[in-house]
């Protein structure tokens, strides 16, 4: 385009001219769903611009659009004068790792595996990883220290987002595999402690009923029996045990007799005072005694 556009670097976030970005040739895509265009116009309107696009620039100083065409298309027709970009080289497999940065759904686990990646495959220093990703040099750091946990975390919170990044960093900032472990362990046992007391305190209590109760008690007598090695009791301990159990056999005969000689109480509706079975309101009869005399 000019040769007055500054040099610009690998990886630093800009604000450029929209008016300085060409459209790439090659982009494969050339329709846009209006409705969707329009719903990211609005989008920018109220929040602004937050993922920026990727551009390259050419032999010639040629500022091109290598992703986030749509987005160009919409700040053009939101008004907007700049729009925030990142220089990438133009390799494909660096463009789909930025993207990937870019996205804010990445779990701590994702977003460390990308920035290792593109840092060790790519050449990206941690400041133009602080660009990208819009934080601070130590925050950068601090994630990366993530690559540090043993396989068998990392693959656990990959696509898990229950545990948070600062939880994680410091776990990895244990000294041993074996000590990550065992802090990652503990943590998911209080986690789980507290989802527990979470849970009980929001179920609501239901009230035993009879048989429930009835149930609980019988089961425990049985277990008791079951439990019994009879070839380990002695002559008065087997006298013993029969004993008692024919106590609670006469005991439960006892109560068979009275559950049936005993006559069931049918509970019924209460009727609403002053009113008949038919809702009808009775008329009050004033108790004088006797009835009134007529006069001769």
Do not use: W
């Not at 390259?56 to 040629?62: A, G, L």
């Not at 540090?148 to 990959?158: G, Q, S, T, Y």
């Not at 545990?163 to 943590?187: C, P």
């Not at 809702?279 to 007529?294: C, H, R």
């Amino acid at each position: 385009m000019s040769e007055s556009n500054p040099p610009y670097v690998k990886g630093e976030l800009y604000q450029i001219d929209v008016n300085s970005l060409q459209t790439d040739p090659n982009q494969p895509r050339k329709h846009f769903d209006p409705d969707a265009q329009q719903d990211l116009v609005d989008s920018f309107r109220k929040q602004g611009v937050l993922q920026p696009i990727l551009f390259r620039v050419d032999q010639d100083n040629n500022l091109f659009i290598v992703a986030g065409e749509r987005r160009l298309h919409a700040a053009k027709e939101a008004k907007f004068d700049t729009i925030p970009a990142l220089l990438v080289e133009g390799d494909h497999s660096e463009i789909a790792l930025v993207e990937n940065l870019l996205r804010e759904d990445l779990t701590a686990i994702e977003l460390a595996e990308a920035l290792n990646r593109i840092q060790n495959e790519h050449n990206y220093t941690q400041e133009q990883l602080t660009g990208i990703i819009g934080k601070a040099k130590s925050t950068v750091s601090d994630i990366l220290t993530l690559m540090k946990l043993p396989e068998a975390i990392r693959d656990e919170c990959r696509n898990s987002q229950k545990i948070s990044r600062q939880v994680l960093i410091n776990i990895a900032k244990k000294k041993h595999e074996k000590g990550m472990l065992s802090a990652f362990e503990k943590y998911k046992a209080n986690e789980a402690k507290k989802q527990a007391k979470e849970t009980s305190i929001l179920k609501p209590k239901v009230k035993k009923t009879f048989k429930a109760k009835f149930t609980v008690k019988f089961d425990k007598i049985k277990s008791f029996m079951t439990g019994i090695n009879l070839k380990k009791l002695d002559e008065v301990k087997r006298k013993d045990l029969s004993s008692l159990i024919q106590e609670l056999k006469k005991a439960a005969d006892d109560l068979l007799k009275e559950i049936k000689k005993t006559p069931t109480v049918v509970k019924t509706k209460p009727v609403a005072k002053g009113k008949t079975k038919k809702g009808k309101t009775k008329k009050t009869v004033a108790k004088t005694g006797s009835k009134s005399k007529t006069k001769k």
